[in-house]
């Protein structure tokens, strides 16, 4: 029988197989910032969002090459949900697997995976080192330079604000605004 984790769950599975900060501070956030999007778009299912969100790079720090592949091994392995499994999996949609994200759910998480990094690395550039007074043109400004966090997909970004049929400024200045939510337990 498959299960839908808690948030208290998916985050102790995500313990499991990850232990260095940097990947377990990525998945809070993104966690955070979905549920913050799921409050716009599906407040019913805020916690399911955000268990999305922190399982969403469950194989990346031991698996990197199977990105998105062998998180869908690992969560059947602990009986969780297949839509669970495939809303994590569509993130890596043409770069390592061939699940369109379908649901806006997924769509949210295909675009901010990227996009929380990329505001993160403008926000350690202040002089704040915070979001609190991150403004959308400084993150404009630095996502027209591909040598900044150049690890993070302009492409992926922008496809994502497209399938969600949203402009990029919107989508940028929600993420800087859910990002902000977070504060101050994220240290953002």
Not at 129 to 134: A, E, M, N, R
Not at 152 to 166: H, N, P, Y
Request: aromatic residues 6%; negative net charge.
């Amino acid at each position: 029988m498959s299960r839908i984790p808690t948030l208290e769950q998916a985050e102790a599975l995500l313990k499991e197989y990850n232990k260095e900060d940097f990947h377990l501070r990525h998945a809070q956030i993104v966690s955070g910032v979905l549920g913050w999007f799921a409050q716009k778009y599906d407040p019913e299912r805020t916690e399911y969002w955000k268990a999305v969100g922190m399982l969403h790079d469950l194989d990346f720090e031991q698996w990197p090459e199977e990105h998105c592949i062998k998180s869908q091994e690992l969560m059947r392995e602990h009986g969780i949900d297949e839509s669970v499994i495939r809303a994590t999996a569509s993130h890596g949609y043409g770069i390592t697997v061939d699940i369109r994200p379908e649901h806006v759910m997924e769509k949210v998480l295909y675009a901010v995976d990227e996009l929380t990094g990329l505001i993160g690395a403008v926000a350690i550039m202040r002089p704040s080192k915070s979001v609190d007074d991150l403004e959308l043109k400084s993150v404009k400004k630095k996502f027209k330079t591909p040598s900044f966090a150049a690890g993070c997909s302009r492409e992926v970004i922008q496809k994502g604000a497209d399938m969600l049929g949203m402009p990029l400024d919107d989508l940028i200045s929600d993420t800087i605004l859910a990002m902000r939510s977070l504060n101050p337990g994220m240290g953002l």
